[in-house]
């Protein structure tokens, strides 16, 4: 019952921005997307939530499309240390967090 | 500021046999959430503790596995007895508060299970 739909794996060279997208064409007005990464071997990370406007944090952007039926997190500039499993999250923002199986990111030296 | 403790990191037992986890949350930090993540999946949210009360233990296979958070801090994770298909990393994680911000959640380093 996976409210979102991300690609299953991508590459990108180190040094340029990569871009992540993520479909939610069934999300509601109030929910917010959500996006974490795991690390090989370690515990999910935090990335970055919006709800309509676009989002800018040290980490990473998060570009919502005017209709909200998707998105895209941009990491500027890749590095090998941002290799990783991307998951996108779309919830009312009080409720558990529903994984996917993500977008698997190799950053390419 | 020290990050969501677990331990051990791993462990090993056959089937049958119990065995716990143990999660220390970050400090002050009211919602502890325990997740089970099995090899090439996403994690899945077991149980969720509001300071010591539960307030989401759907996916929990309450015959087997129990949870507690005595005093709202620390929480521990038992299984009793194990089966084969318990074998996954078990991730604790916390967060501040309720609500869309709540979601901002910090994981432990996971205990990797691996049942005989």
């Known amino acids: 019952d996976a409210k979102t739909t991300q690609p299953p794996s991508m590459d990108c060279a180190e040094g340029r921005a990569a871009n992540l997208p993520c479909n939610h064409s069934?999300?509601?007005?109030?929910?917010?997307v959500y996006w974490y990464r795991q690390i090989h071997s370690q515990g999910p990370q935090y990335i970055i939530h919006?709800?309509?406007n676009n989002e800018t944090n040290e980490m990473a952007s998060l570009i919502i499309t005017e209709d909200r039926k998707s998105s895209t997190l941009i990491l500027p500039h890749a590095t090998l240390r941002d290799t990783a499993v991307y998951y996108c999250?779309?919830?009312?923002?009080?409720?558990?967090?529903?994984f996917g199986t993500g977008t698997r990111l190799t950053i390419i030296p | 500021e020290a990050g969501v403790a677990q331990s051990p990191r791993y462990k090993i037992i056959e089937k049958r046999q119990s065995v716990a986890f143990w999660c220390n949350p970050i400090?002050?930090?009211?919602?502890l959430y325990w997740y089970q993540q099995i090899l090439g999946q996403g994690p899945k949210l077991l149980i969720q503790?509001?300071?010591?009360?539960?307030?989401?233990d759907s996916q929990l296979p309450k015959d087997r596995f129990s949870a507690e958070r005595l005093k709202g801090v620390d929480s521990t994770l038992k299984i009793q007895p194990a089966k084969l298909e318990d074998s996954a990393v078990y991730l604790c994680?916390?967060?501040?508060?309720?609500?869309?911000?709540?979601?901002?959640?910090?994981f432990g380093p996971g205990t990797r299970l691996t049942v005989l």
């Open positions: 503790f509001q300071n010591n009360g539960v307030v989401d």
């Open positions: 994680a916390s967060s501040l508060i309720w609500g869309p911000r709540g979601n901002e959640q910090f």
């Open positions: 069934t999300i509601s007005g109030n929910e917010y």
């Open positions: 919006g709800l309509k």
């Open positions: 400090s002050g930090h009211a919602t």
């Open positions: 999250i779309v919830n009312f923002g009080n409720e558990k967090l529903t």
